[in-house]
């Protein structure tokens, strides 16, 4: 456990960079970016606060079971959202054309519009998910394993 | 005797490596017919302004497929070794 | 702009990077530094994917508020994200085996520890 100083300011840092992630991730198909860079940022959030508060502090926020049970549902999505289009072939884009994510721009240079883009929007958001959790939980066993002698649960 | 057979190997190795960098096609002019397909169609058939999203969800989804699991199959392994050696030391 | 670059600089760039990774692999003894060169390896191959669809004079290949120009090309870059992720899983899972090896034998050198000699 880090003075009492970068403890204050890893407290302050957490919600900007978890802001920023999650706006990353959600603007994929309109700006550069996408699922695995966004979860790379947040992730390495999470990382910033283990630094700082020691992984005997975080172990009892961020249990293994919930975050297995996040990246398990991140992966279902992703399956589910390809096996959707089964109708014409595997991974269809079956939003183009409905007025819930799919909306056709103008060809040519335009301001983008965030409603559209079909399926990729909801493929980013489980990959994110995916890479989240499963990047949390291996640094969070690493710093567990090399630092004391207790029990991952 | 090993020592000479190394540096031998690796010095034919480079060799190799910078003749097929010095043939390759000149920087900058990239032969390009699939890549001119999809910047003109992509915001047609994708609805989409991202053309690298586009390529990496819709036309070749099957890569990113594959890369989710070799990620889900990575974190698995290493949750399981990091419990399997507190176990065995604590039943010596 | 860069119009024409001479004896084409980058793959030889990558060349070089590939060969320093594979003189790692082969004289060093200790396991953390042949990790290493193998993380070498990786960055070589992804600089190789991204030269390689470089057009003169491109832009980034996204069409909201576009500069001019032409567009560079997108499926190469793909592919390189790819690549990083499965290269990130990699040597995680190799890092857990050098940390496991540590704890029982007590040294991390190639010729010392009897499980490793082959």
Redesign the interface.
Known sequence: MLSKIVRTIANQLILFVLIFGLYVIMHGHVTPGGGFQGGAIVASGVVMLIVAFGSTEIKKSLRESHLSIVESGGALIFIGMAFAGMGTIFFYNFLVGTPFFGGIPPTGPNPGNVWTGGVIPLMNFAVGLKVIAGLSAVVLAMALFSSGEEMEE | MRQIV?WF??II??AV??T???L?H?????P?D??DY??ANS??E?????????????Y??????G??T??????T???L???A??KK?KNP | MMQYIPYNIPFIAVALLVGVALFILVFKRNLIKIVMGIAILEAGVNLFLVTLGYRAGGVAPIYTVTPEGAMVLPVPQALTLTSIVIGVSVIALMLTMVMYIYRHMGDADTRKSRLLRG
């Open positions: 190394a190997a690796l190795m480079v490596l910078i097929g960098a010095l390759m000149p920087f900058g002019y990239p390009s699939m890549d999809m910047i915001q047609a994708t609805a989409n302004n991202n053309v690298v999203a586009a390529v990496l969800f819709d070749r989804g099957l890569d990113t497929l890369e989710a070799v990620l889900f199959t990575a974190v392994g290493v949750l070794l990091l419990r050696l507190k030391e």
